[in-house]
């Protein structure tokens, strides 16, 4: 998961440097977005906020409309940048999902040995607190493997 994380805020980064170097490659042309902005005037660092913004709301499909493309280059770059959010959100649910289902697996896994263990404890007429030891080992076994 910090991998997934490490990996958007170096794709979000990427993204922004090339969304401000798209306005800076067209020499600032009246149609792109620095421009239409009135952003020429910002410090470095300040240009960069807003890039990074443009590049979140963007990949996150919030998107507000407030930074606009208007020139095709901008335009390919916009398309991409959705592109990469859509696979990373796929990738994420993907991964969330199998978790959840291998979780349920270990606790359906659990519920039947504790079960099968019931039916022997019984035939053998097995001492309770037996029964409670061996259903206790059971579980904290299964808490010790989801916890790596």
Known sequence: MSKLIALMIFLIHVFSC???????????YPGTWVFNRGMLDMTPFEQYIV?????CQTVTTVGYGDICSSIFAEFYVVII????????????????TGIIASADD???????????LEVYAK???????TF???TRFLENDIEDLNSL
């Open 81 to 96: 940048w959705m592109l990469v959010g859509t696979f990373q959100y796929a990738f994420t649910v993907g991964n969330m």
């Open 106 to 116: 270990k606790a359906a896994g659990l519920q039947k040995k504790i079960q099968v």
């Open 51 to 55: 890039s990074v913004y443009w590049a």
């Open 18 to 28: 090339v969304w401000f170097y798209t306005s800076k490659a067209n020499a600032f």
């Open 132 to 134: 409670m030891r061996i």
């Open 123 to 129: 035939r053998i007429e097995m001492p309770t607190l």
